[in-house]
């Protein structure tokens, strides 16, 4: 699919549309060419975004359509800059994995809270004293899962391994 960027010439500027209409100039082609911007076709060439990256080659004028086109190069990353990649996919598989275990800690938050307030106030607590170590350790196997042994997994998805939760909080959930 092409996409369209603008391109002076004379100063070898390339300028996006949102660029052009932040300075105030209609999209009109016609009045483009008039302050020497024409019209720069481009095709972001197919790659592997793991192990490749596309720069700039060079913008060429088809003489025949009167457009300038720009041309990419698609160039192997370095041994160092695919380690950086996957060290940055690491840490953003280890985000979404701490978010997903406050999300399950947050969910029993209340029934800690309850049991606590119930037990301050010296009146019989809904849970008992097994199922409230039965959450406790349950919350604390959540806090302790970023790091276990393969962590961070898929982010929190499927194959991480979330400990089981206690039988007594699915009837309450």
Known sequence: MNKTNYYNPLTKTVYT???IS????????????NINLYPLEYDIPKYDPATEKITPASIVFNEYRHEYYQTFNVEKLSEEEIRINNQ?????LFIKLRQCRDIRI???SWLVERHREESDMNIGTTLTS???????EYRQALRDIT?????????G?????????PEF?????
């Open 17 to 19: 549309a949102k660029m």
């Open 22 to 33: 932040n300075m105030g100039m209609p999209l009109d082609t016609f009045v483009l060419k």
């Open 88 to 92: 940055n996919k690491e840490e953003d």
């Open 106 to 108: 947050s969910t029993t």
């Open 130 to 136: 097994v199922q409230f170590a039965e959450l406790l």
């Open 147 to 155: 790091d276990s042994e393969g962590a961070p997994w898929d982010g």
């Open 157 to 165: 998805g499927e194959a991480t391994p979330w400990p089981t939760v």
């Open 169 to 173: 909080i699915q009837n309450v959930l």
